[in-house]
């Protein structure tokens, strides 16, 4: 595995500019000025030291800088942003540190490329909600910041605990955006469970992706795994929720960040969905990044989950060119423990045309453990998705349905 050094060194002048410039963005965010602005002399990022996925690490605090400043609407006060207000950060009058450099990120591509999803999903028709059923904006803040999420309440919710699904949107992508594509409120409103769409703030990543890749955001109670930990926690104090029956699921950058949130949260999330993803500390800096989506990570960091498996399902196409299909393996073997597991593998065809083989690892009772869908000529996108959404594949068997049908197979309480 070429050192970062060496990574950098070989790639072209343009890549490493991206490289550099959003190690500035994550040095700022961290108040660490001194360090951006070497590295925009010329100085190299120093490369984070190692670690087991999801471990807690020590050090300073990220500072709450994602809120929005005092203005005729919002008032003379700062502000946690609501889901609108995290893309206006840019604009809102907020210093530029690096003036008319700092105005061209966009179009130096920073965070375009690194899951693909770049393209902008448009506008879509609102979210239907059933008579009974709602789904409401409401805010998150912790330590590390803010983040605006959604919910969806279906209309069975009775004051009795229910399961609860918390979804991670891929680049680019809303919470209503995900919602639409994966139908998984539709499913929410026939099987009665909660679910929650967090939304990443175009303040902390231009692409609106999770910062998977970043070491400060695939550790326990730091950066954005304690936001995500804060929401879910935060549902689960205003609405009842089923001990145990708590899960957490997302697309490429989300897939990713669901990874870190099952190694990092084991005691939080009964079991994870990854659909075209990455597993836990697949990447530490934007290069390793980029390689990890190209090829894989030679070696995948072990993740600190006491010895216990933590259930995963996966989905990912063979034909996937923006994450290689090899990380799904990757995703699978980071979750196994040493637990012995029997294995089944089967073909099939979904009613869209879509070919794919299942491999199912079950415990001695029969239950999946963990479970591996490899779509046979599908790319970057949701299986058995709506093209209400972006970045769906409607000719695939139905992701949402399978990831909550082996959810809720776990027993309640477990």
Partial sequence: MPSFDRLTLELPMNARLKIDMLEVTRLTRDGRLDEALAILRGAAPRAPSSSSCGDVQTGPKRPAIDMVPPSPSTGPSWTFPRLGDADRLASSGRPDLFGDLGKSWPQLGLGNGLEGLTRRSGDHAPIAVPD?????????????????YKLYVPSGYKEEPL??????HGCTQSPDDFAAGTRMNDLAEQETFLVAYPAQAQSANVSKCWNWFNPADQQRDEGEPSLLAGITRQVMRDFRVEPGRVFIAGLSAGG???????????????AIGVHSGLACGAASDVASAFAAMRQGRSEVPRSDTAGRTVPTIVFHGDRDTTVNPINSDQVMAQAKSATKLRTAVTTGEASGGLRYTRTVQMDENGRSILEQWVLHGAGHAWSGGSTAGSYTEPRGPDASREMMRFFLQCPPGA
């Fill in 132 to 148: 009974g059923a709602r789904f409401g904006e409401h805010v998150h803040a912790g330590p590390a910041g803010a983040r605006a």
């Fill in 163 to 168: 399961p609860l699904v918390v979804m991670l």
């Fill in 256 to 270: 990713a960040a669901a990874a870190i949130m099952g190694a990092a949260y084991p005691d939080l999330y009964a």
